[in-house]
């Protein structure tokens, strides 16, 4: 099985190298310059969709700064993060996709984000959300041992994209992780509570 992974940074970088340490051929893209013993770092976006069977997005959503949890936050008007990044990413890496892929959003949005503003762009391939919960100090660990994996389906089913991510991480867990599946919304819910 061929994965791809766009964004390597303090987050996607490692979860990329447990998934080729078990065994995967993973191709990876970053707009900085990577280097790395486990994935073949590839120039594109495209490179990375073309023919991969999972294509996993791991990228920047920044918040204002404002927000960054230094000060409280009670007082001043609610904003969202940016998806600029996102959207960019999602778009490019569609044009190469085909039906029997499935691309993989890692990277953290509000509730209603992906439904209102990120399927739509998502039209050649399969679509599932999965933020990991991870911590920045042991992204590796908790990659392979987590509490939980959170799986986004349109309608929450079970079925078709959810199993096949399902089976996919049951190749190298290394916990026995329970499996949340829900709708975009509720996986959405879950990760930013």
């Not at 990577?34 to 770092?41: A, E, K, L, P």
């Not at 920047?60 to 904003?79: M, V």
């Not at 959300?129 to 911590?135: R, S, W």
């Amino acid at each position: 099985m061929n994965i791809g992974f766009i964004g390597l940074g303090k987050l996607g970088l490692p979860c990329a190298t447990e998934i080729a340490r078990a065994g995967y051929n993973v191709y990876g893209y970053d707009i900085n310059t990577v280097r790395s013993d486990y994935i073949n770092v590839v120039d594109s976006i495209k490179e990375v969709a073309k023919d991969k069977d999972i294509i996993f997005v791991a990228v920047p959503t920044p918040h204002n700064t404002r927000y960054d949890g230094k000060i409280p936050t009670a007082d001043l008007t609610p904003k969202d993060f940016s998806y600029d990044i996102v959207k960019s990413v999602l778009k490019e890496a569609n044009e190469g996709m085909e039906k029997y892929q499935l691309l993989v959003l890692v990277s953290t949005v509000l509730p209603g984000t992906v439904r209102n503003q990120l399927i739509p762009l998502v039209t050649n391939s399969q679509f599932v959300y999965n933020p990991y919960l991870i911590a920045m100090g042991s992204v590796a660990w908790d990659m392979v041992n987590p509490e939980m994996v959170i799986i986004g389906t349109e309608n929450g089913s079970e079925t078709g994209p959810a199993q096949k991510l399902i089976k996919f991480y049951k190749t190298f867990m290394q916990n026995n992780p329970r499996y949340i599946v829900g709708t975009w919304d509720e996986c959405e819910c879950i990760k930013v509570l």
